[in-house]
């Protein structure tokens, strides 16, 4: 089974966010960088497959010369190569343009199954993964928190999946899919594994395949402005006698806070 993993580098949640001068963008030249959280979990359902059914893991992604390091941490953690779409102009590319960069990565490889996280730490759209699987031409589903190999193997993968769906108010979904199939991982569906030392040092003798990117057409989502939220407090007493201020205070939760 030929299993791609789609991954993102973002910057760290320890890093102090500031706001570059033109307001678009965080100031990202100077900050830490780390393997995008969901893209961990996607990553890690990828080794597991691997392991229960053979085959290999692909981990994919799209961005500046910087991306390499999240690369080499997915090859450490189990991969078996790597492709970088290596273009400066993908480092804030939006959804359908970082699909294209990815698309054009795999569409040789013949892969069976494309897995990438629910959504990206930085940017929060979730849009690339089922960008992609219109771009590769396969079936999609979004939201996954168990995947199972269904059906009789053949000689290039199993013949079905059967993964569940997470839906709103606690509820679940199980559904059957052909492969090839793309499927965006939700985080905590499994216990991340974390490389080893051995794991480190054969990571360096991995490929990194470097693609071409692709030209990028004309971006048809555009951040306008990035601003940190406000914080603001604002404190109000109740005074007079104990009936009066209880009485307050309930109509303030009613009427104002909508608590009660």
């Known amino acids: 089974m030929k299993i791609a993993v789609c991954i993102k580098q973002v910057v760290t949640r320890e890093w102090q966010v500031r706001v570059n001068d033109a307001k678009t963008w965080v100031r990202d030249h100077d900050a830490s960088w780390e ?13 597991r ?34 492709a970088h779409v290596q273009s400066d102009g993908l480092a804030m590319a939006d959804a ?10 795999l569409k040789d490889e013949q892969v069976d199954l494309v897995l990438t996280g629910l959504q990206s730490d930085d940017q929060g759209f979730a849009q690339v ?46 559904i059957a899919m052909p492969l090839p199939a793309v499927l965006t991982i939700q985080s905590g569906i499994n216990q991340l594994r974390y490389a080893t030392l051995k794991g480190i040092m054969a990571a360096k003798k991995k490929e990194i ?32 006698a104990a009936a009066d201020a ?13 608590a009660i």
């Open 129 to 174: 993964g089922v960008v992609l699987a219109e771009r590769l031409g396969m079936t999609h589903s979004t939201i996954i928190m168990e995947v199972q190999v269904a059906g009789p193997s053949t000689g290039s993968g199993p013949a079905q999946l059967r993964v569940k769906r997470e839906l709103e108010g606690g509820w679940f979904q199980w």
């Open 246 to 258: 209880a009485k307050e205070l309930v109509k303030i939760l009613r009427d104002d806070v909508r």
């Open 49 to 82: 497959l691997r392991e229960q059914h053979g085959g290999e893991v692909l981990v994919v992604s799209a961005g500046p010369a910087r991306v390499s390091q999240v690369l080499r941490e997915a090859l450490a953690r189990g991969a078996d190569r790597a």
């Open 96 to 105: 359908f343009a970082t699909a294209d960069a990815l698309a054009a990565a």
């Open 209 to 240: 395949r470097v693609v071409p990117a692709p030209a990028v057409a004309a971006p048809r989502q555009r951040i306008v402005a990035v601003y940190l939220p406000e914080k603001s407090k604002q404190t109000k007493m109740i005074g007079g």
């Open 35 to 47: 393997l995008n959280e969901p893209d961990a979990y996607a990553l890690e359902e990828a080794l």
